[in-house]
Structures are given as C-alpha cells and as structure tokens.
T-cell receptor, first 118, second 116 residues
C-alpha cells in the first residue's frame, strides 16, 4: 500500500527566506504527483502537477522536483511571503500497471504547515 | 459555475442523525470524487463517479455511507445514523477527464461535519 510522508510537519520561517518542503512515497510506480495548498477552513488548491516522466515543474516562485526512483519530491518556495502561510499537501496517483482500475485515487501525505513571519 | 461548490459548509449533527452533503462540480466535468479529511490528516479517498456511474466505492468506511450522482452532475453524499468518528471535512473534487490521472483535480471548499 502506498504511503506518503511529508517532513517537516510544521515549519516557521521569516519573510523573504527560501524554503524546501519534502515529500516521500514508498511505491515508485506512480503516474503523477501533485502539490496542493490548503488554507484553514478551505479546500485544496492545486499548485503544481508533475507527470512521472518529468523531473520538475515551475510556477512563479514555486518549483517542484520529482525523483521517482528514490520516491521523493520537493517543493521549493523562493522569497517566501506571509501570504504563503498555509498547509502544503503532496499526493500521488499510482500508475495503471500497479493499480489497474484504482489508478485515479490520490494518496495524500499529512501535509506541512508553513508559517511565514513578517 | 466557476468552481466546485459544496453545501452546507458546516453541519452539526447529533449522533444517530442522518446527513446529506451536496457537491456541484465544475460544469462539464466528467469525473467526481469524494474524500474525507480528519483533523490533522490528509484527505482519504471515499468514492469515484464517471458521469452518473459510481465506478469505485471502495473507500466508503461503512454501509452507513452512500453516494449518488443520478444525472451525472450534482452529487450527494449521505451518511446515515452518524457517529462521532464521522466528524471530518468532506471534500468533493471534479475533473474534466474520464481518466482523471491525466489531469488536475479541482477541489471544493469542503463540508465540515461535527457529530456531537
């Protein structure tokens, strides 16, 4: 069974710092990996999606990398701002070979709660 | 609508009551998912619809949970005889694709259920 772990569980940084959030998964047979942001009391907002054939994706100050063979992904946030404060979740979808009919189920980590201090 | 809409946003139920949670997906989206998110946890898969067909309900925790999407658009998640362990945020997500792993999912803001 796929397990997704996110470290650290919580992170507090001063405004302007660059930071890295980590995600690891136990089964490397994934179709894609997605990073989400969740604000308190809100749903999930998709940030970046990386297909299994890709190594990284970038959007503005965000850069996500994927090393499928080692079961790791990182989310890099440059020049952090107080508005970046939220919980960041990573999730994987298994490859069709691994899961057949269940290839649409996202398996989530517990998230990293980020606080950016002004 | 512009996004996935869920109602009610907050629901307090007494143990033993039945509840119904509604999801309005993005117009034209083929796939619809329900996830359950307990406090401090990541969301966990409950069930998946492709149009009106419920293709997977393997994540539903018990037979007290029932989901439907009769016309392939709006979906309702019903929980009968609620228990305290049902307290969670219930998230709905939709995707344009019938094979949703080819694209992104769009989530609603969730329905927070508290069972007293």
């Amino acid at each position: 069974k796929q397990e997704v772990t996110q470290i650290p569980a919580a992170l507090s940084v001063p405004e302007g710092e660059n930071l890295v959030l980590n995600c690891s998964f136990t089964d490397s047979a994934i179709y894609n990996l997605q990073w989400f942001r969740q604000d308190p009391g809100k749903g999930l907002t998709s940030l970046l999606l990386i297909q299994s054939s890709q190594r990284e994706q970038t959007s503005g100050r965000l850069n996500a990398s994927l090393d499928k063979s080692s079961g790791r992904s990182t989310l890099y946030i440059a020049a952090s701002q107080p508005g970046d404060s939220a919980t960041y979740l990573c999730a994987v979808i298994p490859s069709l070979k691994r899961s057949g009919a269940g290839s649409y189920q996202l398996t989530f980590g517990k998230g990293t709660k980020l606080s950016v201090i002004p | 609508g512009a996004g996935v809409s869920q109602s009610p946003r907050y629901k307090v139920a007494k143990r033993g009551q039945d509840v119904a949670l509604r999801c309005d997906p993005i117009s034209g989206h083929v796939s619809l998912f329900w996830y359950q998110q307990a406090l401090g946890q990541g969301p966990e898969f409950l069930t998946y619809f492709q149009n009106e067909a419920q293709l997977d309900k393997s994540g539903l925790p018990s037979d007290r949970f029932f989901a439907e999407r009769p016309e392939g658009s709006v979906s309702t998640l019903k929980i009968q005889r609620t228990q305290q362990e049902d307290s969670a945020v219930y998230l709905c997500a939709s995707s344009l694709y019938s094979r949703p792993n080819t694209g992104e999912l769009f989530f609603g803001e969730g329905s927070r259920l508290t069972v007293l």
